[in-house]
C-alpha cells in the first residue's frame, strides 16, 4: 500500500513537472501581436465600426493560461472612441480601460497603461489610422498616442512656429533656488554669491513641448538644496548630490509629455508627478517613485485620468497630496487609498470682499514640521493688495485639517528688462 501511495505520488508530482515545464514552454513562446499592421474585412468604410470590432479581437490574444502574466489581462473595453479630423486623412482615438490577471510593471510597459486607483485595473490610449487596402479589407497603418497625433495637428504646428520666451530675474527671497542668464541654467546655495551651471540644464529642463523655453519653474517642480538638487528633465530627472559639481540623469518614464512637473524628496525615496501623456488640451499625469534614483515604480493615482495638477507635494513622512483646482486629496499609504482634505475659506478675508477669490491650490511646502498650502486665484485671478495679486497661506500641523494664516503677495518674479 506504501509502496502504491509513494509511485502515486511520484506521477502526481512527475505530471505537475511536466505541466510547469510545458507552460513555462508555451509562455516562452508567446509573442504580442503589433498593432500597425492589424486588417479587418468590411463592407463599408466606417471607421467607429470598425475599429470596435477590431479591438475586442486584438485584445483576446492576452487572455488564458498560455498568456504570461507581462501581457495577461481578464477583461478590455472601450470606454470612449471619437473620429479626429484635424489633419487630411481621419484619426481614431482610443480610451480604455484594462483588467489585469496580475499587477506589475511589466505589463505595465508592454501594453502602456496608466495605473488608477482600484487594483488590477488601468487605462489606455491610443490613436489609430485605418488604410483601405480597395478589396473590403482595412490595415491600421499608423499607431500613434494622443500627444503624438497632437503635434501633428496644425493648431500645434502654428503655435510651434510662434513660440515665445520670457525672462525674469532672480528669486530673492530663497537663499538656494535656480536663475537662468542667456540661456543657461544655474544654481546658488549662497543667495547668489556664486553660481553652479546646470550642465545642458536650459535644453533639458525649459524647453516646453512648442519648442518655446519655459524659464519661470514651477514651484514643487525642482528641489535646491546642499544635500539635493533636482530638476524634472521631461522623461527624466537630473540631479546632484554634491551641490552640483556632478550631475546625474535618471530615465523616470519613455515619453512624458512636457507639462508642468513635481517632485519630492521624502525620508523613504524621490517623488516625482509628470504628465504622461496629453489628449484634447488635457495633461493626463503619473506618480513615480524611487529609493535608488534608478528604478522607478508608479504610484496609484488618486482618480482615474488624473489630469490638469496645479500641485503635487510629498512630505518628508510620506504623505502625498494632489491638487486639482481647489481639490485636495491626500494619501498616506502610498497611493492604496485617498481621502480628501477641505481648506476652508479665508473667511477674515471673503467677508470683507463678498466672494472668495481663493481657489487653487498653487504649492506646499514644510517648515520647521508644519505643512503649508498656499492657495491663489488661478489663471483667472484678479483680486489684488497692494499692486500684486493676492494669495491665501495655510498651514497644517497634522497634514489633514488647515487653518488660514494670512494673505500673502504673488511673489512671482519681475520679468527681465
Not at 546655495?189 to 519661470?216: I, M, R, W
Not at 535646491?224 to 550631475?247: N, P, Q
Amino acid at each position: 500500500m506504501k509502496k502504491k501511495i509513494l509511485l502515486s505520488a511520484a506521477g502526481f508530482l512527475a505530471v505537475t513537472l511536466l505541466a510547469a515545464g510545458f507552460r513555462e514552454v508555451v509562455w516562452y513562446r508567446f509573442e504580442m501581436r503589433p498593432v500597425v499592421g492589424e486588417t479587418v474585412t468590411s463592407s463599408m468604410y466606417d471607421l467607429e465600426e470598425m475599429s470596435w470590432r477590431w479591438f475586442s479581437s486584438y485584445f483576446e490574444q492576452f487572455k488564458g493560461w498560455s498568456v504570461p502574466y507581462d501581457y495577461r489581462i481578464t477583461d478590455a473595453r472601450i470606454d470612449n472612441m471619437e473620429v479626429l479630423t484635424d489633419l487630411e486623412t481621419p484619426y481614431v482615438q482610443l480610451d480604455y480601460t484594462i483588467h489585469v490577471a496580475s499587477a506589475n510593471d511589466r505589463i505595465v510597459q508592454n501594453l502602456e497603461l496608466i495605473g488608477t486607483d482600484t487594483r488590477r485595473v488601468y487605462t489606455g490610449q491610443m490613436v489609430i489610422r485605418w488604410e483601405d487596402n480597395g478589396d473590403n479589407t482595412y490595415t491600421i497603418a499608423e499607431k500613434l498616442r494622443p500627444v503624438q497625433y497632437q503635434i501633428m495637428t496644425p493648431e500645434f504646428r502654428e503655435e510651434q512656429n510662434t513660440p515665445q520666451t520670457e525672462h525674469y530675474l532672480m528669486r530673492t527671497d530663497e537663499p538656494m533656488t535656480y536663475y537662468i542668464e542667456n540661456e543657461v541654467l544655474y544654481v546658488t546655495y549662497d543667495s547668489g554669491e556664486n553660481f553652479v551651471e546646470v550642465p545642458d540644464g536650459y535644453e533639458k529642463v525649459c524647453v516646453q513641448a512648442n519648442g518655446a523655453y519655459n524659464e519661470l519653474l514651477a514651484y514643487n517642480s525642482y528641489i535646491v538644496t546642499e544635500e539635493f538638487t533636482a530638476f524634472v528633465a521631461g522623461d527624466s530627472l537630473l540631479y546632484s548630490t554634491d551641490m552640483g559639481e556632478t550631475w546625474t540623469e535618471s530615465l523616470i518614464y519613455q515619453g512624458a509629455h512636457r507639462a508642468n512637473a513635481y517632485v519630492s524628496m521624502t525620508d523613504n525615496g524621490c517623488y516625482v508627478t509628470l504628465a504622461v501623456d496629453r489628449s484634447l488640451g488635457s495633461d493626463y499625469y503619473q506618480t513615480f517613485c524611487s529609493q535608488d534614483l534608478e528604478t522607478w515604480t508608479a504610484v496609484q493615482s488618486p482618480e482615474m485620468g488624473w489630469s490638469n495638477l496645479t500641485c503635487s507635494f510629498w512630505t518628508k513622512d510620506g504623505k502625498g497630496y494632489y491638487a486639482k483646482g481647489e481639490s485636495l486629496s491626500m494619501t498616506e499609504d502610498n497611493g492604496a487609498s485617498f481621502q480628501e482634505i477641505v481648506i476652508p475659506e479665508a473667511v477674515e478675508v471673503t467677508a470683507g470682499l463678498g466672494f472668495n477669490p481663493f481657489d487653487t491650490v498653487e504649492r506646499m511646502y514644510e517648515e520647521d514640521g508644519i505643512l503649508y498650502a498656499v492657495v491663489g486665484q488661478g489663471d483667472d485671478g484678479d483680486y489684488v493688495k497692494d499692486g500684486k495679486l493676492a494669495e491665501a497661506l495655510y498651514q497644517s500641523q497634522d497634514g489633514k485639517t488647515f487653518t488660514f494664516v494670512e494673505e500673502i503677495a504673488d511673489d512671482t518674479p519681475d520679468q527681465a528688462g
